[in-house]
């Protein structure tokens, strides 16, 4: 078996008029490789090989300042994705970069261009390890949870409908005790809420209410995760996780994206001391998928989620 090749790659984020919510960014950009190299005129994250010596936030720093002139000020670990290409076996570590020095102007590629993240990509081809980040990118870095179940059905719907005002574009309805009559009415509202907002509306491990109700996709609870053995038919597909074999269950069924936790004590969980962020983050490291910080976060723990690379947060109770 070939060597694996270490590549840094940088998803450089810039807000444009899209909701407020902190870690809210609106485009990404991409740059097309020059005449001469190989997969020449394919549209890539920019980047590099890691060289000897180098950690990955090393590389990415060095190949940003020779291809884009620029010097990375705030840059954040997302996600990890190994791909075969015919010449070689690459393991690439994206960062989300969102603060740097200097006008960005391509040294070494011929074009570069600024896409929206909520809308298919304007450039074409785009190299295929990259493919799969585009999908990440259009994912909304908070996550809500609901809680008709403690809140009363019209305490959470008014609840989530001035979130989704303020910006909120992800909801994953849960309330799983509800009768289901009432759980079926609820998951409905919500789901009228959320299309007036473009947000995407997942349902916790109930295929056929998904369904009937048109929800964008389906959350599986780890205790279904770790028995199915296909990804289930739907657009977005998330699981919940506490450990690494789980998230390799998630990574190995090629779902969307993972909530991992406890990382904090919360009231469901109080005896529990939660994995930390220094756990959390070496769990995520070699993480393919998107993953959401679960437990104990509010909005304004967004940066320290980032930071320990997280795509984001979810919340039960701090949303609203």
């Keep these: 078996m070939s060597a694996v090749t270490l590549v840094s790659a940088a998803v450089l984020l810039r807000a444009g008029d899209g909701p407020a919510l902190p870690g809210a960014f609106d485009e990404f950009l991409l740059a097309r490789r020059p005449a001469g190299k190989v997969y020449a005129g394919w549209w890539e994250f920019p980047g590099g090989k890691v060289e000897p010596g180098e950690t990955f936030h090393d590389a990415l720093v ?70 799969p980040i585009l999908k ?9 949870l609901t809680n008709a179940e403690e809140n009363g059905v019209d305490a959470e719907l008014a609840r989530l409908a001035a979130a989704l005002e303020n910006g909120l574009r ?29 947000a995407l509306v997942v349902v916790n491990d109930d295929a056929e209410l998904a369904r009937r109700i048109g929800a964008d996709g389906l959350h599986l609870p780890a205790r279904t995760l770790m028995r199915s053995d296909a990804r289930p038919d739907f ?11 789980e998230l390799s269950r998630a990574a190995q069924l090629e779902l969307d994206y993972a909530l991992l936790g406890p990382v904090r004590p919360t009231p469901t969980h109080p005896q ?18 998107p993953v959401f910080a679960l437990g104990g976060m509010r909005p304004e723990t967004m940066g ?10 979810a919340l039960m109770r701090g949303w609203g």
């Design 235 to 245: 657009a977005w597909v998330g699981a919940s996780c506490h450990d690494a074999e």
């Design 62 to 131: 060095r190949e940003l300042r020779e291809e884009l002139g620029i010097a990375i000020t705030q840059a954040t670990p997302w996600l990890t994705r190994e791909f075969v290409y015919p010449h070689a076996t690459v393991r690439i570590r994206f960062f989300r970069v969102t603060a740097w020095d200097g006008d960005i102007h391509p040294h070494e590629h011929d074009a570069i261009a600024w896409l929206r993240a909520d809308r298919a990509p304007s450039v074409e081809p785009i190299l295929p390890a990259n493919g």
């Design 136 to 144: 990440g990118l259009a994912l909304p870095t908070a996550c809500a």
């Design 304 to 313: 320290e989620a980032w930071a320990h690379g997280a795509h984001g947060i």
């Design 170 to 198: 992800f909801v994953q309805v849960r309330d799983r005790t509800l009768p289901l009559p009432m759980r079926e009415d609820f998951a409905r509202a919500a789901v009228a809420l959320a299309r007036r907002h473009g």
């Design 272 to 289: 529990s001391a939660g994995l930390g962020w220094p756990a959390f983050a070496q769990l995520v490291e070699r993480s393919p998928l």
